[in-house]
T-cell receptor, first 117, second 111 residues
Framework: GAVVSQHPSWVICKSGTSVKIECRSL??????MFWYRQFPKQSLMLMAT?????????EQGVEKDKFLINHASLTLSTLTVTSAHPEDSSFYIC?????????????FGPGTRLTVL | QKEVEQDPGPLSVPEGAIVSLNCTYS??????FMWYRQYSRKGPELLMY????GNKEDGRFTAQVDKSSKYISLFIRDSQPSDSATYLC???????????FGPGTSLSVIP
C-alpha cells in the first residue's frame, strides 16, 4: 500500500514557541492531504483539508492563524503550530489522498506526538 | 446525535474467538465505508474499504454494510493477540470527501 511519513515522530517544546510538522507521501502524489488531531482515548478530529497550491480549508473551531498549513508540493504538506501552549499537546496525524481509477483512498501517517511544556 | 456512533468498549475476547464490531450513523448520504485499525501511539491503518451496501471479505476480516439500517459491521475470525488495537469505523459521502470517524472500539485478544 501507499506510504505516508511524518516528521518528527515526537517533539517537546516550550510554551510560546512554534513547531513545524511535515507530512510526506512517499510513493504517490497527493493533491489533497488532511490534518487530524487525536486526544488520548478519543477519535481523530479533522482540523483542515490541505490542497496543493491553494489555501487550506479549516474545520469549524480550528484557528487558521494558530495552525498554519502549507501544501507546497504534491508530496509535502506542513502543519505549523504557532505560539504553542500546553493545551495544544496532542497526537497530530496527517493523511494523503491517493486517487485511483474508481475510488480515492486516504493513507495515514504514523502521527506526531506534541508535548508543550 | 453524533454523526457516527460506535461502542468504545473495551472489548476483551479469548484468542480464536469471532469478534463483531459495529457502527451506526445518521447521515444517509454516506456511501463509502472504511474500517481502520490503530495501534497505540500509531497512525490508523486501512483494513477494509467498501462502497454502498453489501459484504466484503479479506482473509480473516469481513465487512458488512446495511445502508437501509445505517449500520456497518466488521467481523474478525480466529482472532489473534496481534489484533489487539483500537478499531475505527469511518465513512464519507463521495470518493474525494473528508472522512468522518467513529470514536473507535478498543479490542483486547487474550492469549
Amino acid at each position: 500500500g501507499a506510504v505516508v511519513s511524518q516528521h518528527p515522530s515526537w517533539v517537546i517544546c516550550k510554551s510560546g514557541t512554534s513547531v513545524k510538522i511535515e507530512c510526506r507521501s512517499l510513493d504517490f502524489q497527493a493533491t489533497t492531504m488532511f490534518w487530524y488531531r487525536q486526544f488520548p482515548k478519543q477519535s481523530l478530529m479533522l482540523m483542515a483539508t490541505s490542497n496543493e497550491g491553494s489555501k487550506a480549508t479549516y474545520e469549524q473551531g480550528v484557528e487558521k492563524d494558530k495552525f498554519l498549513i502549507n501544501h507546497a508540493s504534491l508530496t509535502l504538506s506542513t502543519l505549523t503550530v504557532t505560539s504553542a501552549h500546553p493545551e495544544d499537546s496532542s497526537f497530530y496525524i496527517c493523511s494523503a489522498l491517493s486517487r485511483g481509477a474508481n475510488t480515492d483512498t486516504q493513507y495515514f501517517g504514523p502521527g506526531t506526538r506534541l508535548t508543550v511544556l | 446525535q453524533k454523526e457516527v456512533e460506535q461502542d468504545p468498549g473495551p472489548l476483551s475476547v479469548p484468542e480464536g474467538a469471532i469478534v463483531s464490531l459495529n457502527c451506526t450513523y445518521s447521515n444517509s448520504a454516506f456511501q463509502y465505508f472504511m474500517w481502520y485499525r490503530q495501534y497505540s501511539r500509531k497512525g490508523p491503518e486501512l483494513l477494509m474499504y467498501t462502497y454502498s451496501s453489501g459484504n466484503k471479505e479479506d482473509g480473516r476480516f469481513t465487512a458488512q454494510v446495511d445502508k437501509s439500517s445505517k449500520y456497518i459491521s466488521l467481523f474478525i475470525r480466529d482472532s489473534q493477540p496481534s489484533d489487539s488495537a483500537t478499531y475505527l469505523c469511518a465513512m464519507k459521502k463521495t470518493s474525494y470527501d473528508k472522512v468522518i470517524f467513529g470514536p473507535g472500539t478498543s479490542l483486547s485478544v487474550i492469549p
